[in-house]
């Protein structure tokens, strides 16, 4: 008979987040060990009581998830956890801090259902964000021409080389969305927008996007009003709205939840497994082939 | 196939009470996460958790308790849970803080197997403190006059007040008890006496309970030596002495566990309930129409 | 129907033990409430939690375990816990400390395997340390001449004085060990040495142990090195070298799990079991004795 599965749900909050630990069991684990305010420095007695119990033939029924409001937090202890790993000696892993790599692969899931990325011109708004970073990094690797929007040009052009740096071929362009002028000049000639800003924040008007006449697929991932796309709704899915398809944060919501829920999953499939954006955004892409 | 049954326990204390971890897994719930050091700042991040991982037509299957040492902040903590909600979009929610909404329901209860509660005089000792101000709520939903006793007469009014703001058409009086003389005039007429204290304070010597004349049962719900109820064995149930019935916190304790069990499992027959005091005694009431 | 097994992990560190929970897990705990940073102070809120809820039936379904890295925390959390039980009001409660006392008693039990410990001469380098004490404990109670090694004579002293106060016909002796002089003077005449110290120190030289006419058993309990028996490999296990019968702390560490495995399920058999270090040992011998 299989050993339980085992998922270690390490969380930088105060709290372990609820969210995190009902998608777990609802993905079919049986037991969830739950961590809450864990650094970096705690990682390694956490990690080697998970490597350690179990025997080889049983190690992939035992996983671990970094999660919290803190994507660089998470970022962080990701790194510290497969630091512990040596050799066969290692337990899956998945980060989805702030639900950010599953929410960037919905989004770029969802463009990639009515353009070919490959080629296409992809413009992130607030594009250095947890978020709007991963959703740039997704797109670049499915062969889009990506900018990244942001205030200011050199945080924009920063965040561009550092996806350049990781994802081979990627053509990445910093580009400063300070203003309504300087984000329709960003915006004019793409194929794709991602509005990946914080809650609250209107990040584009309508008047500019619906300007675009290239423009296929505008995606808003901000569920807060005002919401970061002007005139887009938070449920939109799939919305034709001035000749363009629009998608609203919960209308993406349940795409990033299916993800969510096969990552999970996966993680107890093998024990060698690290899903991180590119992993994730793999596993969408299957659930779509798929359906 | 039906989700896991989970439920959420926001405890304040420390460490999250094994009691009610216990009674939760006896209940039939399949997954518990427990938190504790929750405050009414943490509700939100963690009650959004809960509503917004299944779907309307599981919703029920998840649930929230708040329990833990301290019931003022309980109470506030169930008020911010329930904040949360809109709509359709909800879990239900137990509150029962130091075990106050069982205990009160269990010794309500075991009065109005002996006498009926409606048009009965009660008298409710330390009925200023979490418990007795269940117990008179509890007694005057049912129709008894009710009198709280406190050690100064401004506390009693105001609880007494309280009561009658939220019970329609209680009859509700606050008195002074604060030695034996007040104590036996408060208590010389009425048919019921419950007394609420601490652990470890007499609250009515067993000459004055005796002398009541018209004294039908009597309830201590104060387990550690000495008793509130002078005379009165912990683990009396139903047990006539001087003519009278008087239970004791072991003889009221079955009930409390019953009602806490039936409670808990009420959480998952629909996603939009809230069990205080008065839900609690119904669920109680039922279970001894039922037996 | 019989209620679910739960355990509860009580442990003294920031984060409660991973793997004590994955060991809880795959020895059968159907429900495992985890608590870290528990006190002294907060062991009797948390006991009566685990014994006032499940009926006298059922009370052997609830346990305890006692963990963390700090084994002295421990110690005075088992006794914090045992304080709070009375008569049949109990719950069985398993004490493992830093892996303490499965480690020792596997490594005794590794001894026993090759020669017979009663009446024979036994040395435990880092004699003092939580593991070396309970090992030195375990080859007493089996009948072994003990010698304990310590950098200084005087605690290693009142080391055998205390294992001489608690195990009765123990002969035990504190003998120093600060250089390797004084180690092969103590080693040179013994059949068994248990290296128990801290990970990274060398206890022992090859040149020491291989030089003494009598020794049958060495076993070093040091993962990290330098060992703690200079010439003596992780994974040995019962490897012959020079003659003598060498194990690592790896090669013990089959034996740890499995006596650690059998504890935890033992703790479900009755209400009423404090597993500390002769217990778990007990346990152990019975394993080797159905093999």
Known sequence: MSK??????????K?????DAVVAVDSGVHQLF???????????GLVHGAMFTRGP????QTAVFVGGADVAAGEALVEAVTNCFFGPMRVSVMMDSNGSNTTAAAAVLAAARHTDLKGAS???L???????????RLLAGQGAIVKLGSRTLERAQQAAERIEACVSGADVQGVVTSNEEETLLAARDVDVIIAAGAAGIQLISEAAWTSCENLKVIIDLNAVPPVGVEGVGVTDKAVDAHGKITYGAIGVGGTKMKIHKAAIARLFESNDQVLDAEEIYAI????EDDS
Not at 15 to 19: M, T
Not at 126 to 136: D, E, F, I, Q, S
Request: glycine share 10%; proline share 4%.
């Open 57 to 60: 033939a049983d190690l992939h």
């Open 122 to 124: 992809a413009l992130v």
């Open 126 to 136: 607030a594009g250095t964000g947890p978020v709007g970073l991963r959703a740039g």
């Open 15 to 19: 709290h372990a987040s609820v969210f």
């Open 34 to 44: 739950q961590y809450s305010q864990v650094t970096v420095e705690d990682a390694e």
């Open 284 to 287: 969408g892409k299957s659930l």
């Open 4 to 13: 339980p599965r085992i998922l270690v749900q390490l969380d930088t909050d």
